[in-house]
């Protein structure tokens, strides 16, 4: 987004959200967070969301607000205005903010100097942007109140170990050089403020291409294909038209599909499920930093990962998932939380040709109930997982049509399509 360039991106099932230029006038090698007490290392849990890492933090004393953790982020950004309408976070310094999509930009503040609790050991104050309206409903989308994004400052403030099979952060001094004694380093750059890794990617043909990716916590998919030499990506030849998300001006549309392999290091990752932006939606608009594309959460999780951007390295282990094999949404729904504690699930989207198409869902039906299981006791999380679950798995469906009270009850059958 620009002045502070954004864009905020939801590919099948899964938020990126990262910055390409920032404005906020802070300085570029200033350590925003500390430990307290002359701490060692620090431990923070965190909730996994729809592929997204989700922590709490404090603010000027008060909360704690849910913020996602996104490494594509370059500075503190606050998505939800109710936050500074209750702790009066902003000055009189305005800014524009535009991004990926199709329209207008939207209104943001620079807010005073806030003082932030990430736990009782790790504190820290900086300035935050302050949208003027949600633009996103990160709320909406995990099921749970989520407030903004916090990045740059945190990841450079640390050497951050993030181990997604037990939903666990641990800190350690960027002092310590910490080294892992069984992660495979892997080079990184640190560019207007966010962190770069190369990668071999293979398409559906024999040509091996050697790409620059942003690294991306903030991303729930596994790979975004952007473009190559200014020119878009070439999807594979088996693939579906999708709407990838909506960004801070409008809606990005392009393709999805599977690229045959992509090597991390000595890692290699086959059969990715990946997106292809249109170039006008989304490649045309990067400016400040020339790359090829994103890796996300969908990547990510499948290692112990180590960030270590002071000395521009990498390390990753394989976790349990690794070997998993990538799947996208079998369900053709869009969906997001609504109502009292975010428990009620509306559908926003049906994919055409989808399995939701087939079952006659629309834009505007409520799901009730997966399997006579309320989704109020389910979470987003957990219809996300069922609706990516099996290729051709029956599930019951009680639904509240758009134009109805009424509670009907239909089959969804899982399909495939990419």
């Not at 989308?141 to 641990?170: A, C, Q, R, W």
């Not at 998300?245 to 991390?264: D, E, P, V």
Request: proline share 4%; net charge positive.
């Amino acid at each position: 987004m620009k002045s502070l360039g954004f864009i905020y991106r939801l590919f099948i099932g899964g938020v990126s959200l990262f910055c390409l230029l920032c404005t906020i006038s802070q300085p570029a090698d200033a350590q925003y967070f500390k430990f307290e007490k002359n701490r060692r290392k620090v431990s923070i849990p965190f909730q996994m969301v729809k592929n997204l890492i989700i922590i709490p933090l404090e603010i000027n004393g008060a909360g704690p607000f849910n913020f996602i953790l996104d490494t594509g982020v370059g500075i503190l950004l606050i998505t939800d205005p109710a936050l500074n309408d209750s702790l009066h976070l902003w000055d009189k310094r305005g800014i524009k903010i535009s991004g990926f999509g199709q329209d207008t930009s939207l209104q943001a503040y620079i807010s005073s100097a806030l003082h932030i609790n990430l736990s009782s050991a790790v504190s820290g104050t900086m300035r935050a942007a302050v949208l003027q309206k949600d633009a996103f409903n990160l709320s909406g989308l995990t099921g749970m109140p989520v407030y903004g994004i916090l990045g740059y400052e945190f990841f450079s403030s640390f050497i951050v170990k993030i181990n997604y099979d037990t939903h666990l952060i641990t800190l350690f001094p960027n002092e310590t050089g910490y080294i892992s004694k069984r992660g495979y380093k892997v080079p990184i750059t640190i560019e207007e403020n966010k962190p770069y890794i190369k990668a071999d990617v293979q398409v559906d043909n024999d040509t091996v291409i050697t790409a620059k990716f942003i690294i991306d916590t903030g991303a729930g998919h596994p790979v975004s294909l952007e473009m190559l030499n200014r020119e878009p990506f070439e999807p594979p030849e088996k693939r579906i038209r999708a709407n990838l998300g909506i960004g801070l001006s409008g809606q990005i549309n392009g393709y999805a599909g599977r690229i045959k392999s992509l090597k991390l290091g000595k890692y290699t990752l086959k059969k990715v499920i990946t997106s292809f932006p249109d170039y006008a939606d989304a490649a045309a608009k990067v400016i400040a930093v020339n790359r090829n594309g994103n890796i996300g959460n969908g990547i990510l999780k499948r290692f112990d990962v180590i960030f270590d951007y002071n000395r521009g390295r990498l390390y990753l282990r394989p976790g349990s998932q690794f070997k998993k094999p990538f799947e996208h949404d079998m369900s053709g729904i869009e969906f997001i939380s609504f109502g009292e504690a975010y428990r009620r699930i509306l559908i926003t989207r049906v994919e055409e040709g989808s399995a939701a198409a087939d079952a006659g869902l629309r834009e505007g039906d409520e799901i009730v109930a997966v399997n006579l299981k309320p989704v109020k006791k389910m979470g987003v999380g957990e219809l996300d997982e069922l609706f990516r679950s099996q290729d051709g798995r029956n599930l019951l469906l009680d639904v509240v049509l758009k134009d109805s009270t009424e509670v009907s009850q239909l089959i969804l059958t899982l399909k495939r399509r990419i």
